[in-house]
């Protein structure tokens, strides 16, 4: 079972080379300092001309776990298709342009069997963006790796952080990816986030859960997580789509944030 691209040619180029060279010139462009390996990052996942510059900070920093083939545990939420739990699809590979990433099964199956809150469901998987667009910068940072897909409908993140916690082992890596704030003027959408990012640094996940962010959810168990596991969130780059496309009357908010 092998889930195809759905927005390779839309949000970030079809053909391999085209798209390993954008990727290689982001991740060119994010100063993110040497440092040893995250726990976890938090990336936006809109098309790569508006987020990318942003999503680079992220990913950059997982240069210390190219070669290690960790287990990705990437979260994000479901924009088409409303459905009760996370799921994780019954896939066996994900494609991307750049190649097929194996998903790590066994570790699918353990979350399976732990709690009704998952569900292996294809169907939310098909046109979704948010899990797919990071794919991509995963498969030039990190080389090989397997993945724990997590796509998040109608459900409570802080008991999927308790499932998490349970499971997770050393070396996995879990990745969130959320946008923040949609379509207001530049200025207004600053304000927003700020908010948003000073309840994620204070590792308030029910705070995080009133405030405007697509992937709040996601966000709200990673934060759970990191808040059990004493693991400090550190902003990495913040960004409107304003600041890329240069139209400031309706933005995205972008963010990239490490967790040590």
Do not use: I
Request: proline share 8%.
């Amino acid at each position: 079972m092998v889930r195809e691209p759905a927005v390779a040619g839309s949000f970030y180029p079809a053909e391999p080379m085209q798209l390993a060279r954008m990727v290689d010139e982001l991740l060119a462009m994010a100063q993110t300092p040497p440092a040893h390996a995250p726990k976890a990052v938090v990336a936006p996942h809109a098309g790569y001309a508006y987020s990318g510059p942003v999503a680079a900070y992220s990913f950059r920093a997982l240069e210390p776990l190219a070669g290690k083939t960790p287990t990705v545990f990437l979260m994000g939420p479901a924009h088409y298709l409303a459905f009760e739990g996370v799921s994780t699809g019954n896939f066996t590979y994900w494609e991307t342009p750049l190649g097929q990433v194996p998903v790590n099964t066994e570790r699918v199956g353990e979350l399976l069997e732990r709690s009704a809150l998952f569900t292996s469901a294809d169907e939310p998987h098909t046109p979704e963006h948010s899990l797919e667009v990071e794919l991509p910068f995963l498969q030039a940072v990190l080389g090989e790796f397997k993945l724990v897909p997590l796509l998040f409908g109608l459900v409570d993140p802080l008991a999927v952080a308790g499932h998490l916690e349970a499971v997770l082992r050393p070396g996995d890596l879990v990745v969130v990816s959320t946008d923040l704030s949609h379509y207001h003027p530049d200025a207004e959408a600053r304000k927003l986030d700020a908010a948003t990012l000073e309840a994620a640094l204070a590792l308030d996940a029910q705070e995080l859960l009133q405030r405007e962010a697509c992937g709040r959810h996601p966000w709200a168990a990673l934060t759970a997580l990191a808040d059990r596991r004493s693991w400090r969130p550190e902003l990495l780059a913040y960004a409107t789509s304003g600041d890329t496309s240069g139209d400031r009357s309706r933005v995205v908010g972008y963010a990239a944030l490490r967790y040590d």
